[in-house]
């Protein structure tokens, strides 16, 4: 069974610029969510999908964040613009359901802001 | 406020050693307590989980202890190999909510 895929795995950008982090969850996965790790802390969660609907977005700053679920599988989360403060890594993870099934992570998108 | 408190921040153990990793909790209405273990350039994966119905939980050379009353929890790595050389990040969700709170993690090493 194939794991949660990211992309890209690295990104280097200006402040100000735009970016946009896609993630593809595990095949029947319903429930999606978007963390974000700063350095040296643990992932703090963005945003969560159940299907295609956004259930829970109260972390996520909706001023330069967003984040779309079409068709309820792939997922993309944007920055625009971006700041320094935005560096980080973007995890993707999901669960079957949302009963306390166990997240699934993806490897991350490494994101750099100069 | 950080609602998952974490320690040590590092820990560095020969092969061999018993790690223990400990976390702190606020929130009573938490009831789901897992560990993650994060490799670089990996996103974290399960290691082990555990609900404050038990105390303890044991798969393989890893442990949970739980102590509901303290209002904490602690991993603890029998037999550590320099493969389990990872961040450690331990969490904690309440019933209804799939928000997962992390700890700031610990980094071990496990020396040869």
């Known amino acids: 069974e194939a794991g949660v895929v990211q992309s890209p795995r690295y990104k280097i950008i200006e402040k100000k610029q735009p970016v946009a982090f896609w993630c593809n969850p595990i095949?029947?996965?319903?429930?999606l969510y978007w963390y974000r790790q700063n350095l040296g802390q643990g992932p703090e969660l963005l945003i969560r999908?159940?299907?295609?609907?956004?259930?829970?977005d109260s972390q996520l700053p909706k001023d330069r964040f967003s984040a779309e679920r079409l068709k309820g599988v792939d997922s993309t989360l944007k920055i625009q613009p971006a700041e320094l403060g935005d560096s980080a890594v973007y995890l993707c993870?999901?669960?079957?359901?949302?009963?306390?099934?166990?997240?699934?992570f993806g490897p991350g998108t490494r994101l750099t802001v100069l | 406020q950080q609602q998952v408190k974490q320690s040590p921040q590092s820990l560095i153990v020969q092969k061999g050693g018993i790690p223990i990793i400990n976390c702190a909790y606020e929130n009573t209405a938490f009831d789901y307590f897992p560990w993650y273990q994060q490799f670089p350039g990996k996103g974290p994966a399960l290691l082990i989980a555990i609900r404050p119905d038990v105390s303890e939980k044991k798969e393989g050379r890893f442990t949970i202890s739980f102590n509901k009353s303290a209002k904490q929890f602690s991993l603890h790595i029998m037999d550590s190999q320099p493969g389990d050389s990872a961040t450690y990040f331990c969490?904690?969700?309440?019933?209804?909510?799939?928000?997962?709170?992390f700890g700031k993690g610990t980094k071990l090493t496990v020396n040869p």
């Open positions: 969490a904690a969700s309440r019933a209804g909510s799939e928000k997962l709170v």
């Open positions: 999908y159940e299907n295609e609907e956004a259930v829970d």
């Open positions: 993870a999901s669960t079957r359901t949302s009963l306390g099934d166990t997240q699934y």
């Open positions: 095949s029947g996965h319903n429930t």
